[in-house]
Structures are given as C-alpha cells and as structure tokens.
C-alpha cells in the first residue's frame, strides 16, 4: 500500500510539473504576442506622435513596460508573502539583462556587429552604476526591530529612500530627453553625427 501510494503521489508530481511547464509556456507566448502585436507598435506610434528619439524611448518607455513584472512582484513579495523576494528579482534580473540580452542583440545584429553611440552608452553605465551605488548605500544600513532578537539586525529602507531613487529615476529621464543639448552645450562630439561603421 505505501509502495502503491509513492507511486500515486510520484505520479501526480509528474503531471503537476508537466502542467505548470505547458502554463508557464502558454503565458510566454502570450506575453511574446502582445509584446509584438500590441506594445512594440504602440510605443513606435507615441514616438512618432511626440518625436521621442529611438534611444530615449528605449531608456524609458520600453525599460518601464518591461520591468512591470518585476513591479508586481516586488508589490505581491511585499505585501502579500512579506519577503525579499522584490530585491533579488530586481537585482537579478538586471544581471541578466546586461548579460544575456546584450550578447542575444549582438548576435541577432547583421553581421555580429553591433554600432553603439558611445556617448550614449556612457550615459547608461554611469546612471547604472549610480543607480547600483545608491541602492547599495540604502540597503547597507541594518537596525534591530522592535518585538524582535535585539541582537539579530535587519535591513531597514527608510521612507525617504523610495522618493530618492524615483528622483534618480526622473533625473535620467531628463538627461535622456535632453541629451543632445547637453552634448552640444559641452562641446563633445557632434550628437547629430551618426555612428561610425565598424572597421572590416
């Protein structure tokens, strides 16, 4: 009977798994076809309507409808399961954004090439590491919790700290949106010059 019963319950494991596998399939596909149909073209037409250059939409537009998942599940980690589930979905992704989405545009791009402005990558390494630094200094500080062991510490985020990085976050998309006034204004470069091609 034991036998027959971890057969039963092996059984049924199996095709749990099999069935959240074909769910979790269905959702991505879902998610690809509204990404495609839906979102792609109607970012492309905001851009036309409000002349949002190609690089300022992509920093903003598209940065922020495609971080909504990890929005919602910082929310449901923090107000429904009250976990840290939000900090490492966060952080984790971003490793695996500039890792494995980099390396997947470089070889989707034709020829395996591909140009960047590099001024423009400057802008995003250094609002990252700004960004990075800034979270880290905010999750540094550690306090004992009331009704708590006093001598076990905690990572407390203070209520100023969320107001701070959402003003980050504006600051950059005010540099975007004025980026090629401010290259003009410091003399660097020409920001209407197109990229040069790669050497053969």
């Known amino acids: 009977m034991d036998v027959a019963d971890a057969s039963a319950d092996a059984d049924s494991s199996a095709l749990a798994y099999l069935l959240l596998f074909a769910a979790v399939a269905v959702v991505f596909w879902c998610l690809s076809v509204v990404c495609e149909e839906r979102f792609v073209p109607a970012l492309a037409v905001v851009c036309d309507v ?3 250059p190609d690089d300022v939409a992509g920093a903003t537009l598209m940065a922020a409808g495609a971080s909504s998942p990890e929005v919602f599940s910082s929310l449901i980690a923090l107000f429904v399961t009250h976990s840290s589930l939000g900090v490492g979905t966060v952080v984790g992704s971003e490793i ?5 989405i980099c390396a997947g545009s470089v070889f989707y791009a034709k020829g395996g090439v591909l140009v960047l402005d590099k001024y423009v990558v400057a802008r995003e390494a250094s609002y990252y590491l700004l960004s990075l630094l ?6 540094l500080h550690e306090h004992a919790v009331e009704d708590d062991d006093p001598s076990e510490a905690h990572i407390v ?17 005010v540099v975007c949106t004025k980026f090629d006034a401010i290259l003009g ?6 920001p209407d010059a197109p990229p040069p091609l790669p050497a053969d």
């Open 96 to 100: 695996f954004n500039h890792l494995c």
């Open 157 to 173: 985020i203070r209520w100023w700290a969320g107001p701070l990085l959402v003003a980050v976050y504006l600051s950059y998309v």
């Open 134 to 139: 800034l979270l880290l200094a905010i999750l």
């Open 185 to 190: 204004k410091a003399g660097i470069g020409d």
């Open 50 to 52: 409000f002349g949002i």
